[in-house]
């Protein structure tokens, strides 16, 4: 061991204290400074996020739970998310930005949805996705808790072609409440996701991702109709799914006609 001189005694544990500060401000879950801004983004997109949580609670995906999620058009480190409040109740003014850690900015005392850290740590990890929905829909649950398999039994649902894997949290995390409440539950739900455009998760709902809100918000409404259509076939007898080439065929058909059911939605959630 080297000489312990009076430099090293009085430097070493200030160089030191700053880390140590945060890592035990960390763990006592003491307030850390907000990130910094980027800025104040698109109201157009403010707009669509507004209505992707209307459209979806007036399609029967969420109800009062649930959350919907776009990267921030101007830095690819920061999303958009409401304050914890239903659905069906967000306004532009409700909206909030979180870094990818799914820190707010600008909490200013308002509660946060638990389960942010799935939207953060799958930007983290996709930096092809742009919007994030996670819902419980309930003709969805079926497919997380038994041995079938969601797939593709229409074309308007061929973006589930590439499979639907099932996240099981207590492969990551032993005995929980189920909910995703922090950044290492958020990296296992990303990793099982991997590059495909939705996951199940075990006894709790879905997440579903896309490159644009509309993708994510169509994705998920047809997500809760095949999985209703699959089940009344799965019951009637012998089902023939889309195989793998139809579904990618179908996909890149369909999914670049996604505004015209969009703006449907849009106009008759709004109205309400």
Not at 24 to 38: E, F, I, N, T
């Amino acid at each position: 061991m080297g000489q312990l001189t009076r430099r090293n005694f009085i430097c070493g544990p200030v160089a030191l204290f700053p880390t140590v500060l945060l890592a035990s401000a960390r763990r006592v879950g003491a307030q850390l400074p907000s990130p910094a801004s980027a800025g104040p983004a698109d109201p157009k997109l403010i707009e669509d996020l507004v209505a992707a949580n209307r459209i979806l609670v007036d399609q029967g995906v969420l109800d009062g739970y649930g959350h919907v999620s776009v990267r921030h058009d101007r830095a690819p480190d920061r999303y958009l998310m409401s304050r914890s409040i239903a659905p069906e109740l967000v306004t532009a003014a409700d909206v909030m930005e979180y870094d990818l850690d799914s820190s707010p900015v600008d909490p200013r005392g308002r509660s946060m949805y638990l389960e942010r850290f799935i939207h953060g740590e799958i930007y983290r990890a996709r930096p092809d996705v742009l919007a994030i929905v996670h819902h419980h829909s309930p003709s969805v649950i079926p497919f997380g808790v038994t041995g079938a398999a969601l797939r593709p039994v229409y074309h308007m649902a061929a973006f589930l072609g590439e499979g639907v894997p099932v996240f099981e949290i207590r492969q990551a995390a032993g005995m929980t409440d189920l909910l995703v409440r922090n950044g290492p539950l958020g990296r296992a739900l990303a990793q099982t996701l991997g590059p495909r455009n939705a996951v199940l998760m075990r006894g709790h709902g879905a997440v579903v991702v896309g490159p644009t809100i509309v993708h994510a918000v169509a994705r998920s409404v047809y997500m809760e109709s095949n999985a209703r259509l699959q089940a009344q076939a799965m019951a009637l007898g012998n089902v023939t799914y889309l195989d793998p080439e139809e579904a990618r065929r179908a996909d890149a058909a369909v999914s670049g006609t996604y505004d015209r059911p969009w703006e449907l939605w849009k106009r008759k959630a709004l109205s309400r």
